[in-house]
């Protein structure tokens, strides 16, 4: 892919992501990426806003080089700052966001192109609660399985940066040993979603339908509960031939405003 292009359209997904009014993210939080296909991708720069995001707001990163850094897992803090730097492909750009290391392994082991890490408000009151990620393990309508997957990883609360990582990378070997492939949805308890996806658009189909899917939860709550899916019903929603073809649809679509 054309590094400008490509850094084009992740400005404008993460726009999309960042927007107040649709309460995925706030202020500084969250990040995003995407793989240039030459071994260097995307990444938001610590500190920047995903609303407001520009090209001065982005950082080159070598995908190799995150992750070569990533095995020296004894570094505190401190040290993963100052050597964030040396991932640069260009060191003119800003520092990259401490979560640069969870970006390439979802590039990589999480066989992602895109990849968007909100704080989104309706998932986080399920992940923040007593119930962690226990509710999205089952579905309760079929667009959340055709756009969000049939099954999602989870990782439990870990500092965020290169301890996370770690808990990010052996799960995501875990879901790739058990299903195959990498998972479109990756919940981090009491922290937010990653949308993994092979497009812009799919980051943020994936986000907006993960949000819905998350208040439909809360709100079945007021009902006596949510009334899930069996499983037989959503492995046949997952393979219908219809459904595969919805499903590669939505995921061609750019993002939108």
């Not at 949805?185 to 993994?196: E, F, S, T």
Request: negative net charge; hydrophobic residues 35%.
């Amino acid at each position: 892919m054309n590094p400008e292009s490509t850094r084009d359209e992740l400005i404008q997904l993460s726009r999309d992501l960042g927007r107040e009014d649709r309460r995925l993210a706030l202020l500084g939080e969250g990040n995003t990426s995407a793989d240039i296909g030459d071994g260097t991708f995307w990444v938001k720069a610590s500190g920047s806003k995903l609303a407001t995001l520009s090209a001065e707001d982005l950082s080159r990163a070598r995908t190799d080089k995150v992750l070569e850094l990533m095995e020296n897992t004894s570094m505190d803090n401190a040290e993963v700052n100052r050597r964030l730097r040396d991932v640069l492909e260009d060191t003119s750009h800003k520092q990259p966001s401490v979560e640069t290391f969870l970006h390439a392994l979802c590039l990589t082991m999480g066989g992602a192109k895109w990849v968007g890490h909100t704080h989104t408000d309706s998932v986080l009151q399920i992940l923040c609660s007593k119930a962690g990620a226990s509710p999205f393990l089952n579905h309760v309508y079929p667009d959340e399985i055709v756009v969000c997957g049939r099954h999602v990883a989870v990782v439990p609360y870990v500092d965020p940066g290169l301890p996370l990582a770690v808990a990010v990378r052996d799960e995501l070997k875990r879901y790739v040993d058990v299903h195959d492939h990498g998972p479109k949805v990756l919940l981090m308890v009491n922290h937010g979603p990653v949308a993994l996806g092979q497009s812009s658009g799919e980051v943020l189909n994936i986000m907006l339908m993960l949000d819905k899917w998350a208040r439909i939860l809360i709100g079945s709550n007021a009902f006596g509960g949510p009334e899930y899916l069996s499983e037989q019903d959503s492995d046949h929603i997952d393979n219908r031939p219809d459904e595969h073809y919805r499903r590669n649809q939505l995921t061609r679509r750019q993002s939108v405003v």
